[in-house]
Nanobody, 126 residues
């Protein structure tokens, strides 16, 4: 399984970015895809996740109402639409996958994921 992120950049507070993650070799029949972020010196934080066969994504409280996770299975791509960005959203963003079922509550735990992309930097200035 390979994951390649893109779409990061620098924006001003209130702006928007759309991250993309091309996923190859992933068995879409089961498992979970997610977006995570990390700043230096802190643990990797779950941002949003989507489980195979479950129409309800899970979001961290800090991004609810601002971020939207979606996927295009035909293009093997995972997206994260980020609106109303804040300086505290500044981080390296990673997409991740695991090819086994996760419970809803576990799907934002970084330790549950097996495959990771290289990350894309998002910087939000005030």
């Amino acid at each position: 399984v390979q994951l390649v992120e893109s779409g990061g950049g620098s924006v001003q507070a209130g702006g928007s970015l759309r991250l993309s993650c091309v996923v190859s070799g992933y068995p879409y029949s089961s498992g979970c895809l997610g977006w995570f972020r990390q700043v230096p010196g802190k643990e990797r934080e779950g941002v949003a996740s989507i489980r195979t066969g479950d129409p309800v994504p899970l979001y961290a409280d800090s991004v609810k109402g601002r971020f939207t996770i979606s996927q295009d299975n035909a293009k093997n791509t995972l997206f994260l639409q980020m609106n109303s960005l804040k300086p505290e959203d500044t981080a390296m963003y990673y997409c991740a996958a695991v090819d086994s079922a996760l419970s809803y509550g576990w799907s934002l735990l970084a330790g549950k994921y097996k495959y990771w992309g290289q990350g894309t930097q998002v910087t939000v200035s005030s």
